[in-house]
């Protein structure tokens, strides 16, 4: 039974803005919900103000309201209540006033000097909170690792991402004040974070989907210099752009937010009662604008729009900022990704003539090639998981490693998980799937403890490897040693039942399945 202790003056922290009253759980100090700043609608933050007295830190502060969805069919495996086998979700209290974080420590004495993980949350920049996936929870990696991690709710949507400077000077940073807002907590991070055993001068910033996507955006951001000094992008790289330019990125979001202004049946003259228009309508007017325009609907209808000076936009466009040569990056993927969902049942009952059919439906002449290909890469797994490779998340991180490596006097690290999940007989890892293992949460998750045997020691190589890059900007451990990613050699780290590095560059089979 796990041992919690909560006394009127036990745990409390001094933060430069006032004194913090949490709960020990065992060896692990937990505050929770600590507001790190306030905003008005499309504004840049500001800093929480001082209090006085005691704030109770002990449970979660407001997430962000959330987009309009459309409804899943329900035997859509991505259907919610059903995919929560999968993947947990936990949904709270939402709020436009969301600026909350949270901190796991095993100490609370400003000399312990601890490295330091700020954790970005997925759901692209639309959606998603610091607990939505229930596997985000700090305690066991803090606990393993002895380390500090840091995670946070930030504005999302048309609330941190929808661009109006078309409208005037007010809303210049509208289109990425919800990358602001992670600036600001990465400077509550820096102030703050001795108080809880953390070292200001030692921090990761890591994310996996929509918060590795604003890690990698973080390096493009010059008020985030000095702020953070390594870089996890977990199935999370940027768009690579490098046919375009920075005015056509910058005209395509303001398009979206002019159409939004036309639906509201707002004009220049009178823009300022956007600020009080009703969130919901806000909402449905930015999906309908985004479906008369054509962008892609959900997660996938927003990004940072560039700000000269603030963001400057994606590297694949411009180039990285040449203060981020200094700052090592791990960026990697998941063999699944969204492609992982062929119920094909046990392939042992399939010949290979038959497996070769199954392909050929889907690859059609370039089947052959594509078995040749998937062999190389995976010869330990059956030809069929080639229906499970992702594309999408791949080739853009490393298209991002590749660019980043030619630049960076850092090194550069990759990493492939390609572990078969036995649920389902079998499947390749989902997007999220590897989630749990990075915070050592695996028994959180009921689709990876079906018959998993390797899961534990799986999730000791991975949270061992991470716990080494947040220490030291190498992820390289006494029992698996990485070499680092270059273009001319691809190093790549396999995560599964047998790991270890390898040379090998899986971009052409990745192009042939794209065809």
């Excluded at 993947?87 to 006033?97: A, D, F, I, S």
């Excluded at 994606?314 to 990704?337: D, N, Y």
């Excluded at 797994?381 to 006097?409: E, G, H, P």
Aim: charged content about 25%.
């Amino acid at each position: 039974m796990k041992k919690v202790i909560r006394t009127s003056d036990f745990p409390i922290v001094r933060t430069k803005q006032g004194k913090l009253h949490g709960y020990q759980e065992d060896d692990v100090f937990h505050f929770y919900g600590i507001r790190y700043g306030r905003a008005k609608r499309f504004q840049l933050p500001e800093p929480e103000p001082k209090w006085d007295g005691i704030r109770d830190a002990k449970a979660y502060g407001y997430i962000c309201p959330l987009m309009p969805e459309e409804e899943q069919p329900e035997e859509s495996p991505m259907a919610a209540p059903g995919n929560s086998f999968e993947m947990q979700h936990v949904y709270w209290p939402m709020k436009e006033q969301c600026l909350y974080l949270n901190v796991w420590t095993k100490h609370l004495d400003k000399e312990a000097k601890k490295p330091v993980m700020v954790w970005l949350h997925g759901g692209g920049f639309s959606c998603g909170s610091s607990i939505e996936i229930p596997v985000y929870n700090g305690h066991n990696l803090c606990d393993y690792g002895d380390v500090v991690i840091v995670n946070l709710n930030h504005r999302l949507n048309c609330l941190g991402f929808l661009d109006l400077s078309s409208f005037g000077e007010k809303y210049k940073y509208s289109g990425c004040v919800g990358m602001a807002d992670i600036v600001l907590a990465l400077q509550w991070v820096r102030d703050n974070i001795e108080a809880f055993g953390g070292d200001p001068d030692n921090i990761t910033v890591a994310g996996q989907s929509g918060g590795g996507g604003k890690a990698t955006a973080l390096l493009q951001m010059p008020p985030a210099d000095g702020l953070y000094h390594k870089v996890i992008s977990q199935s999370g790289a940027l768009r690579n752009r490098p046919d375009t330019n920075i005015a056509d990125e910058k005209k395509h979001w303001q398009t979206l937010g002019e159409k939004t202004v036309e639906v509201l049946g707002l004009t220049k003259k009178n823009i300022d009662s956007i600020d009080e228009i009703p969130y919901e309508t806000l909402a449905e007017a930015v999906v309908q604008a985004g479906k008369e325009l054509g962008m892609p609907q959900g997660m996938m209808l927003f990004e940072p729009s560039p700000v000269e000076g603030y963001y400057e936009g994606l590297a694949s466009i411009v180039g990285f900022r040449e203060e981020t040569k200094q700052i090592p990056v791990m960026a990697g993927t998941v063999l699944g990704e969204f492609s992982f969902m062929h119920y094909l049942g046990d392939k042992k009952q399939y010949t290979e003539v038959e497996k070769y059919n199954i392909l050929e439906q889907t690859y059609g002449k370039y089947t052959m090639s594509i078995i040749k290909e998937f062999r190389e890469l995976y010869p330990k797994l059956d030809i069929l998981y080639a229906l499970s490779v992702d594309t999408l998340f791949r080739l853009q991180t490393l298209a991002f490693l590749n660019q980043r490596s030619q630049f960076s006097k850092a090194k550069c690290y990759n990493y492939m998980m390609n572990f078969i999940i036995p649920y389902m007989d079998g499947l390749a890892p989902w997007h999220c799937s590897d989630i749990p293992y990075v915070f050592r949460n695996v028994e959180m998750e009921p689709a990876h403890c079906t018959g998993y045997q390797y899961a534990e020691k799986l999730q000791k190589k991975i949270s061992k490897a991470w716990v080494a890059f947040m220490k030291k900007g190498n992820p390289s451990t006494r029992s698996l040693r990485w070499s680092p990613y270059t273009k001319e050699h691809p190093n790549r780290m396999i995560f599964a039942e047998e790991c270890g590095i390898e040379e090998k560059d899986d971009t052409k089979l990745l192009k042939l399945i794209s065809r």
